[in-house]
């Protein structure tokens, strides 16, 4: 009878957390693997295995289909997929398409990038398409 009782707790718990569970803005947000904690005012979400981000009021606003994201800093973050790295805006466009191998910190609006072993050089004056200058381009 113990073991029967043991195994039951362990089948009924066993699921718990298949989906994570977090009220945000008011409403109890569903149907996500993992809620990570807000940080700079969005909090990355895994769902089905990919990530993306949600705002303060649950909204996901960068929809969950990078393998990685990063935080986002002045307004960009870094995104992962397939293990390159890419530069992304928090409306979810793309400003830097993710095939680089390294993506450094923007300084001063300057991005240094590698890829297949070239280094690059960007300018970011904004935070849309837009706004990025190849100076070095690395792109094939």
């Known amino acids: ?38 940080k700079n005012g969005r909090a990355k979400v895994v769902k089905n295995g990919k990530m993306g981000f949600i705002d303060m009021q649950g909204e996901e606003v960068i929809k969950p289909e990078f393998d990685q994201v990063y935080p ?6 870094r995104v992962e997929n397939v293990g390159l790295l890419g530069l992304i805006n928090e409306q979810g466009e793309i400003l830097l398409d993710p095939i680089y191998d390294y ?4 300084k ?8 297949k072993g070239k280094k690059g050089l960007v300018k970011i004056t904004g935070n849309s398409p837009e706004n990025v200058e190849y100076l070095v381009d690395v792109r094939d």
Do not use: H
Request: aromatic share 12%.
């Open 72 to 77: 986002f800093e002045k307004g960009l973050a």
């Open 103 to 106: 993506i450094g910190t923007n």
């Open 1 to 38: 009878m113990r073991i029967i009782l043991i195994v039951l707790a362990v089948f009924c718990f066993a699921d718990m957390d298949a989906f994570a569970q977090k009220r945000v803005g008011g409403k109890m947000l569903k149907g996500y693997d993992v809620i990570y904690p807000f």
């Open 108 to 115: 001063e609006g300057l991005v240094i990038l590698t890829r």
